[in-house]
């Protein structure tokens, strides 16, 4: 009876307990347990040996007071259920958060087209997501919300009447040519993609193992020609290609930017004199945008071995010409100012070589461009110097082509995809479209091309 006064709530056993800090109270509990242990281990076998129930009961009693002895067992606390933890304040994604809700609060109280609103409201959910990412461990329930999914889009009847009509004049236009079509897999072994789009591989699609064999969804249709190429041992083809292409890209349905697009294919294997292939690849750019009617366009033409012959002048490492050519193809989007800073902040590139850039970079023109730059420090540098001369001859053939008034030659065009060897070309319209609300659309660049020697 000791155990249940040190448990009575007085003072003077409170203090009991205080004082008495070598009390073995765990020993005491355990000797209560033995003896109801045992109580129950007769209880059990006069039950299993059926004695008399007068017998039985008596030693029932006796368990029972033994545990009443012990005290009542307090039951073990429930858990508390598991709250989702909140995510960390995050102040500047709270802030875009709600400059894109009030933009697009804003464009539907303009009444502002459909494609400009749904482009901003994906802007705003993807920047929540971001804010608030899902518990994959936890299953999501809710309501499924019918929707196709990001950077991509349907096509309805009356566009698809409209997107056969130009394939047909595209395709007429290669066949005119002498082009055959082929066809390869939408997915290739991700090795054979990988290593040849620069800066641009980070925007391959990814599939997930599916049987030892690690796969992609093909970034363009260059890549997988090259493949075929080789693998069936042909040397000399024209072949046109017109298939869906996948880039995990930021999606802008105003600018026709999707992850999931066609391109139309045209390519040139073979050995041929020098500038005859570039110059009629361009007039075939030429003759769909006329065909077309998509209005002014302008064919910008470089040679890789100029912007490399640049960068050896300028005062750039050989490692570096890749990663600051890159940098330069973003000049159609992006100030020089922008540039610069990414070429020198980013990338570690000395600001007075940047600067020397910058002065080439930004110059375009025709033959007297090609000529004053054969007479500069730029003509030092072997590969630019041949450059320059193959610039002057794919001149020379465009205008015998009829294409030589749509042709500029411009300094600022790279093309990010680092196969390209030697001339290069971008067909850009000259900013005459405009959308419902009478505002200028800067679509950017709407075909492109160029050579690479293998």
């Known amino acids: 009876m000791l155990l249940r006064k040190i448990f009575s709530p007085t003072l003077v056993n409170r203090n009991f307990l205080k004082l008495s800090g070598n009390f073995n109270f765990a020993k005491m509990t355990n000797s209560i347990e033995d003896k109801i242990k045992e109580q129950g281990d007769v209880v059990r076998k006069l039950k299993a040996e059926k004695a008399a129930k007068e017998v039985i009961q008596e030693e029932v009693a006796k368990l029972k007071a033994l545990k009443l002895e012990l005290g009542p067992v307090e039951p073990k606390p429930k858990p508390a259920p598991e709250s989702k933890p909140k995510p960390p304040a995050n102040p500047e994604m709270e802030a875009k958060v709600k400059v894109q809700g009030d933009l697009v609060r804003k464009l539907k109280a303009e009444k502002a087209s459909k494609d400009v609103i749904d482009e901003a409201v994906e802007k705003l959910k993807a920047l929540k997501l971001e804010m608030n990412p899902p518990n994959p461990s936890q299953p999501q329930g809710g309501k499924l919300i019918l929707k196709t999914a990001k950077g991509t889009r349907d096509y309805q009847p009356p566009q698809m009447a409209v997107r056969e009509k130009v394939f047909a004049k595209i395709v007429n236009t290669f066949k005119r040519h002498g082009a055959e079509t082929i066809d390869t897999p939408v997915f290739e072994l991700k090795d054979v993609l990988t290593g040849k789009y620069g800066e641009d591989s980070k925007l391959i699609y990814d599939l997930a193992d599916q049987g030892g064999e690690i796969l992609a969804l093909r970034y363009d249709l260059t890549v997988p020609f090259a493949r075929y190429c080789a693998m069936n041992k042909i040397s000399n083809i024209k ?31 073979g050995a041929y004199d020098a500038m ?17 009617d998509v209005g002014p366009f302008v064919i910008k033409v470089n040679h890789r071995g100029i ?14 010409f890749r990663t600051i050519c890159s940098s330069v193809d973003k000049l159609d989007k992006s100030p020089w100012e922008e540039v610069k800073k990414e070429m020198t902040d980013e990338k570690g590139l000395d600001e007075a ?16 461009l090609i000529e004053k730059l054969l007479s500069s420090k730029l003509a030092e540098s072997k590969s630019a110097k041949q450059g320059l001369e193959d610039m002057r001859l794919l001149l020379k053939y465009c205008s015998l082509y009829g294409s030589g008034e749509v042709v500029s030659f411009d300094l600022s065009l790279a093309r990010g995809l680092d196969y390209y060897t030697g001339v290069i070309y971008e067909a850009v319209l000259c900013g005459d479209a405009k959308d419902e609300a009478g505002e200028e659309i800067s679509v950017g660049s709407v075909a492109g091309g160029g050579r690479y020697d293998g």
């Open 307 to 320: 912007l490399d012959g640049i960068f050896e002048v300028c005062g750039v490492k050989e490692d570096m």
């Open 239 to 269: 072949r046109y290609h017109m298939a869906k292409v996948y880039r995990r890209d930021n999606p802008s349905i105003a600018r026709g930017r999707l992850r999931e697009f066609y391109q139309c294919d045209f390519d040139i294997a």
């Open 276 to 292: 005859i292939p570039d110059a009629e690849c361009v007039k075939i750019v030429q003759e769909i945008l006329t065909s077309v």
């Open 353 to 368: 070589a940047a600067d020397r850039i910058g002065e080439y970079v930004r110059m375009s023109g025709g033959d007297e």
